[in-house]
């Protein structure tokens, strides 16, 4: 009995340790950031924290992509002003990617549809358990489902509808299958609608078809001085793997760029037909479309970015900076999360941070830089299934701070410039 | 206690013998294996295995790998894209089929996979292949 009694209080400390070391391991790293820059925990193991919205009091709104405890939407609050969230409030039964804050309304989008809530003199929302339906019935077919979402704060909501497919080839990710004439994909998907942010249930045939060409974009925003939108799309898997006679593991780790657009309405980016090659600085054939990694066609005719990043990369986010408190070099531009890559494989992965980009009059001013980095926790869990943190979303607060969101570990980053 | 114990290892001990007794190839076999896993499955399903979080599942003791072969095989000859959870988790990326890859191609990668990332199951043989891809051409 005794002995018995001894290897179950063995048990219980097994079980013990092996539960604060699943706590240790997800307890958030140190992130690297520029000198004069800290990083405060605002709130950490969310759930799937994609993207976020701050409002004019500084109340934290988290679309969660899977609903946590019957929730998809979780309210920090930081009561004190410490920079830690010390209330949360969960509400909306549905799971998704996309929330935004604009003229005392929230908007928040599932897979399929965009919703919004209002609040009050008081800055609580009214309606949390009956929003309003302004979008219904997106295509949804799992890949690149989610909806992201920005205003213009002129009356419209601008939605992303990424295609469910790598190339548009008649099958999906299969080498050797050809690459379908026209792409039946970019007439439902493949782009950015534009919707009324005050009508209901509205659907494809009320909205307009703004920007196409792209394949997903998960990161957007609308730039207040430029006056336009601007995205961030994902480029292309598996150059290698579809087409290895073309392209090596080594070029396709570097091909093709993941891009940073201007999206004025009517513009075509390319996509399926088209690709940024980063080394060639051009865009080029699809050799799904008769490419072959050279080969330009019409490509010439498509919009080209403003900045190109490394390939795989995975930018999640978008965020024009337009506060004061970080000094005039950040003053206007541009700050991008990404995700970090699957796709570099058998190659090292790389992403798995926040990038700056300086901007003058809407258009990069200077090269790009790393801004926050080591989200994955150190060299050896740069890898997507091993990263303790993959950045996702990103948000200005009223006090000029930003704020990183995670939906890997679920954590809230505030981010404040102490420096001088 | 003890009794268990020895019971235990006693088990153990044959399943190993059985396994390395109907099991002469599985060294090369695996070889081959990890080449085909390099080339066909890697990029998705990632060096160690793990996969991709929501977008490609990993091959780590799910029911998929471990489970029934006939199933398995199938996995690879007609490719996967439904809505199913996987070790606690949805994929949203397709997985393509692939029945360009030899009936010894398949039955090496699959027996690589299920004796790698931490698996450990019986080998896949080229006639357990060759019986699905011939049910398949008959449907």
């Not at chain 1, 919703?115 to 003199?121: D, L």
């Not at chain 2, 695996?30 to 499955?41: A, E, S």
Request: aromatic share 10%; glycine share 10%.
């Amino acid at each position: 009995m005794q002995r018995i009694f001894s290897v179950f209080i063995l048990m219980c400390c097994y079980v013990l340790t092996a539960c604060a070391q699943t706590v240790n391991t997800s307890n958030p790293v140190s992130l690297k950031l520029p000198a004069g820059f800290t990083a405060t925990v605002v709130a950490d193991k969310l759930g799937r924290a994609r993207h976020i919205a701050v409002n004019s009091n500084g109340d934290v709104y988290v679309k969660l992509e899977r609903l946590k405890d019957g929730k998809g939407i979780i309210r920090l609050r930081d009561t004190n002003g410490d920079g830690v969230a010390d209330e949360q409030f969960a509400f909306g039964n549905y799971g998704g990617t996309g929330i935004a804050i604009s003229n005392g309304y929230l908007y928040a989008s599932s897979d399929n549809d965009v919703f919004r809530y209002k609040f009050n003199a008081k800055n609580e929302i009214e309606n949390a358990d009956a929003p309003e339906r302004i979008v219904k019935d997106l295509l949804n077919k799992r890949q690149h489902a989610s909806k992201s979402i920005t205003l213009d704060g002129k009356g419209f909501i601008y939605v992303n509808i990424g295609a469910p497919s790598n190339a548009c080839q008649e099958q999906d990710r299969t080498a050797g299958s050809p690459g379908q004439m026209p792409c039946p994909i970019l007439a439902t998907a493949g782009g950015i609608w534009q919707f009324k942010i005050d009508k209901l249930d509205q659907t494809y045939g009320d909205g307009v078809r703004y920007a196409t060409g792209l394949r997903n974009v998960v990161g957007l925003d609308w730039n207040t001085t430029a006056n336009e939108l601007y995205v961030t799309q994902h480029g292309r898997d598996q150059l290698n793997t579809l087409h290895p006679a073309l392209f090596n593991d080594a070029q396709n780790a570097e091909l093709p760029a993941e891009e940073f657009f201007i999206a004025k309405k009517g513009m075509d980016f390319g996509w399926p037909y088209c690709y940024y090659d980063g080394i060639q600085k051009k865009k080029v054939q699809s050799p799904e479309y008769g490419g072959d990694g050279k080969k330009e066609g019409d490509c010439g005719t498509k919009e080209q970015p403003l900045v190109a990043f490394p390939a795989h990369w995975g930018p999640n986010a978008l965020l024009f900076y337009n506060g004061d408190k970080f000094g005039t070099k950040y003053k206007n531009g541009a700050f991008i999360a990404f995700h970090g890559s699957w796709n570099r494989a058998p190659l090292k992965q790389g992403g798995f941070n926040v990038v700056f980009v300086p901007m003058k009059d809407g258009k990069p001013n200077g090269d790009y830089e790393i801004f926050a980095d080591d989200f994955a926790g150190g060299e050896e869990n740069l890898t997507p299934s091993k990263a303790k943190h993959r950045p996702c979303g990103l948000a200005m607060g009223a006090d000029g701070s930003i704020y990183i969101s995670d939906d890997q570990g679920g954590t809230v980053w505030k981010i404040v410039y102490t420096g001088k | 206690m003890n009794k268990f114990l020895l019971i235990g290892s006693i088990t153990v001990a044959s399943v190993l013998m059985s396994f390395t007794i109907t099991q002469p190839n599985l060294p090369a076999s695996m070889q081959r294996g990890k080449k085909v896993y390099d080339t066909y499955c890697l990029t998705c399903h990632q060096m160690d295995g793990a996969g991709v979080p929501r977008m490609n599942p990993p091959l780590i003791k799910t029911t998929y790998v471990l489970g029934d072969k006939k199933k398995l095989i199938n996995i690879i000859l007609k490719g996967f894209n439904e809505s199913v959870e996987i070790n606690g988790d949805y994929f949203d990326n397709p997985m393509p089929a692939q029945p360009q890859l030899t009936d010894v191609q398949i039955a090496d990668v699959l027996t690589y996979v299920r004796n790698s990332f931490g698996n450990r199951a019986s080998m896949v043989t080229v006639v357990e292949v060759k019986t699905e891809r011939t049910k398949l051409k008959k449907k």
